[in-house]
Each structure stands twice: as structure tokens, then as C-alpha cells.
């Protein structure tokens, strides 16, 4: 147990449809890092959050969007969903921000059908 | 644009021989490089990093070697294990970016 919790583990739903992917950062952990790995593709980044801010931005969909609550955890809310949305969807957290490591979460594995 | 690439999809090795997996990148900002490890069914785990004052980071069998004029760096593993079957991932950044750029990843098979 990496101690970076997601939520769900699977999930599968139809085109057009809209998910919420939850993500618990380690404990002490302030910043939430979210990427999308597709089919035999490396991780792609998509935004990050420290302490409640918005810090990066990535190749983020405009149908994508994320937030940062108070206890730090995250949410990452998928819409009108595509075939190509499919994929397993990361999120990572650390102390601070910058590229010190990051710990990753066993990710979300999204099916659109 | 794939700015950190790893052309080899694929690696077999026999038990107690050397894994080599190499990793090339096209942004000279880069300026730190990390591999990760992946199971199935489980997210990325770090396992060694180098920064580019380095050309080379040693953590047990684990060693990363950098070469900053080819832009290339790469992981050997000696002796390599079964429990090395995985995915290896490379990564890069730079110290002003939050975020990092992995390659597509190599799959490890050790064989017994």
C-alpha cells in the first residue's frame, strides 16, 4: 500500500456519460498530481494541485476538470465521455511541489463503451 | 509530442545476467531523470533518480547511468532477479516544471 488511495478501482460507463475519479493523498502529502496512461502509452500529465491551488496544467481536456477539497484530497471529473477517454487514469501525491518523486496511487481503470 | 522516448517495448533476461534498458530524450532543459517500476494492477513506484550533474547514481543493483551530450540515459540491473519482472518506466523533468514526462515504458521479463 503506497498509501495514495483511488477510487474506484474500475469503472465502466458509456459514451456521453460523466465519472468522478476520487484520489486520497498520502498523509502529510499536499500536492496531487493526476495522469492519464492510454494503451501502450506512457503517463501523460494532466494538472496538479498544491494545497488547494491549481499549479500545473498539462494536455488536459477542456471535458476534464479537477479540484483540490480542504483535506487535500482530489477529484478528477471526466464529461461527455469519448471511446478514447479509455484508459487507466493515475494520481500521484508528495510533500511539496516539484520533481522530488512522486507516489503513485494504483490508479482508476476507466472503460467508456 | 513524445519528448522522452523508450524504443524498446521489451526485454528478456535470464536470471543472474544484466538488464540494460535505455531511454532517450529531446528537451536539453531536462534536468533530473527518474525510473519507476510498475506490477500489474498497481501505480508506478520510484526506484532511482539521477540529476544532470551526475552521470551516474548507484542504489544496490540498481544503477543509472546519464549522458547528457547524446541526451540518453539508462538503467542496469545486476544481477537481475525474477521478482524485476515489470514495467520500467523513464522520466525526466526540469527543476522550474511540476511535472514529469515518462516514455512509454519497457516490459522486463526474467527468466529462470
Known amino acids: 500500500d503506497s498509501g495514495v488511495t483511488q477510487t474506484p478501482k474500475h469503472l465502466i460507463t458509456a459514451t456521453g456519460q460523466r465519472v468522478t475519479l476520487r484520489c486520497s493523498p498520502r498523509s502529510g502529502d499536499l500536492s496531487v498530481y493526476w495522469y492519464q496512461q492510454s494503451l501502450d502509452q506512457g503517463l501523460q500529465f494532466l494538472i496538479q494541485y498544491y494545497n488547494g491551488e491549481e499549479r500545473a496544467k498539462g494536455n488536459i481536456l477542456e471535458r476534464f476538470s479537477a479540484q483540490q477539497f480542504p483535506d487535500l484530497h482530489s477529484e478528477l471529473n471526466l464529461s461527455s465521455l469519448e471511446l478514447g477517454d479509455s484508459a487507466l487514469y493515475f494520481c500521484a501525491s508528495s510533500i511539496r511541489t516539484g520533481n522530488y518523486g512522486y507516489t503513485f496511487g494504483s490508479g482508476t481503470r476507466l472503460t467508456v463503451v | 509530442d513524445q519528448q522522452v522516448k523508450q524504443n524498446s517495448p521489451s526485454l528478456s533476461v535470464q536470471e543472474g545476467r544484466i538488464s540494460i534498458l535505455n531511454c532517450d530524450y529531446t528537451n536539453s532543459m531536462f534536468d533530473y531523470f527518474l525510473w519507476y517500476k510498475k506490477y500489474p494492477a498497481e501505480g508506478p513506484t520510484f526506484l532511482i533518480s539521477i540529476s544532470s550533474i551526475k552521470d551516474k547514481n548507484e542504489d544496490g543493483r540498481f544503477t543509472v547511468f546519464l549522458n547528457k551530450s547524446a541526451k540518453h540515459l539508462s538503467l542496469h540491473i545486476v544481477p537481475s532477479q525474477p521478482g524485476d519482472s515489470a514495467v520500467y518506466f523513464c522520466?525526466?523533468?526540469?527543476?522550474?516544471?511540476?511535472?514529469?514526462?515518462f516514455g512509454a515504458g519497457t516490459t522486463v521479463t526474467v527468466r529462470a
Open positions: 522520466a525526466a523533468s526540469t527543476s522550474n516544471d511540476y511535472k514529469l514526462s
